[in-house]
């Protein structure tokens, strides 16, 4: 069964980055493409970008000049950098697998952009 | 970007009754190899978002067969018959066609 884990800091001081990594177990990331979506306070969701089975990246334009995806496929893992961040950013972000849709979501971690 | 607009934004529904919730895209999601690239997710409380519908009209595995949608190449249904409390939730529809990938702002399903 696949199965995604997000993991890392709840908070994150203004103007600082954001590292978010998603592990995967039960399908390799060397296939299909990884994204990351975050939802914000008010349910809004947001598409941020997803990295492929090939390792090439796409980007939500609103994001592009902040956003980096990349990945480990030694330990099977994807990884999510965000710099620059504001209160803005404060949102419960979600690593899921693209095959004909976003079908497998990670479980979801809250990150809280405050000083 | 396409804008996703789902109507209403919030619909309760008694046990055993039907629902329909609306989404309407601002550019069509109909691509020329006959794919229609919306989607359909289901957020229930405390979990993550979960696939119900693929390309329209494509049931996700392990997904109710309660669970049905439609549409054209702007507009699009999902329909949920004889709704039980385990659906209650948030709704999204989502569109897959082009680069943002973007959501609507979600139907929040509760029961009377």
């Known amino acids: 069964e696949v199965q995604l884990q997000e993991s890392g800091p709840g908070l994150v001081k203004p103007s600082q980055s954001l590292s978010l990594t998603c592990s995967v177990t039960?399908?390799?990331?060397?296939?299909?493409?990884w994204g990351w979506i975050r939802k914000f306070p008010g349910n809004k969701m947001e598409w941020m970008g997803y990295?492929?089975?090939?390792?090439?990246?796409s980007y939500n334009p609103s994001l592009k000049s902040r956003i980096s995806i990349t990945r480990d496929t030694s330990k099977n893992q994807f990884f999510l950098q965000l710099n620059s961040v504001t209160t803005e950013d404060t949102a419960t972000y979600y690593c899921a697998r693209y095959g004909s849709s976003f079908d497998y979501w990670g479980q979801g971690v809250m990150v809280t952009v405050s000083s | 970007d396409i804008v996703m607009t789902q109507a209403p934004l919030s619909v309760s529904v008694t046990p055993g009754e039907s629902a329909s919730i609306s989404c309407r895209s601002s550019?069509?999601?109909?691509?020329?190899?006959?794919?229609?690239?919306v989607y359909w997710y289901l957020q229930k409380p405390g979990k993550s978002p979960q696939l119900l519908i693929y390309r329209m009209s494509n049931l996700a595995s392990g997904v109710p067969d309660r669970f049905s949608g439609s549409g054209s190449e702007t507009d699009f249904t999902l329909k949920i018959s004889r709704v039980e409390a385990e659906d209650v939730g948030i709704y999204y529809c989502?569109?897959?066609?082009?680069?943002?990938?973007?959501f609507g702002a979600g139907t929040k399903l509760e029961l009377k």
């Open positions: 550019k069509s999601l109909l691509h020329s190899n006959g794919i229609t690239y």
């Open positions: 989502g569109q897959l066609l082009e680069n943002p990938y973007t």
């Open positions: 990295i492929s089975y090939s390792g090439s990246t």
């Open positions: 039960g399908y390799s990331i060397t296939s299909n493409y």
